[in-house]
């Protein structure tokens, strides 16, 4: 009879420790959804926000569609995206000549001069 109580008991001790941990687990995820939920957006944050969006493709309109400078001294320019899309679609009919250009342009305009030699040093 002991044997059956003590293998009830082991089984018992289990089943808690199981019950225990789940509700643990449970707690743990309860908490974490509550702490990551965004609060609910209310009408003035929905003005703010469609305010902003307003003011950044007013910002970005004038650089979608007029030419421009973006770096003068390397020869890069801003184009308007439908002379842009003309311009590429024209350039790939040969995809090989043009990947090779297009190459070369990265190149171009991501150069970065290697600095200068550091002076020697009087005590070497």
């Known amino acids: 009879m002991s044997c059956c109580s003590e293998r009830t008991r082991s089984t018992f ?3 808690v420790a199981g019950a225990g941990a789940f509700c643990i687990v449970a707690v743990l995820v309860w908490q974490t ?12 944050r929905v003005a703010v926000r469609v305010k902003n969006l307003a003011e950044v493709r007013g910002l970005d309109s004038p650089a979608l569609t007029t030419v421009g400078w973006v770096d003068q001294s390397k020869g890069i320019v801003r184009l ?8 590429a679609e ?8 043009a990947r090779s250009n297009l190459i070369a342009r990265v190149e171009k305009a991501t150069y970065v001069p ?3 030699p550091a002076k020697p040093s009087q005590y070497e």
């Open 33 to 44: 959804r509550k702490l990551i939920q965004p609060p609910p957006l209310g009408e003035d």
């Open 80 to 87: 308007p995206i439908e002379t842009a899309l003309k311009l």
């Open 114 to 116: 290697p600095p200068p």
């Open 13 to 15: 001790a289990y089943v």
């Open 90 to 97: 024209r350039k790939w009919q040969n995809p090989a000549q």
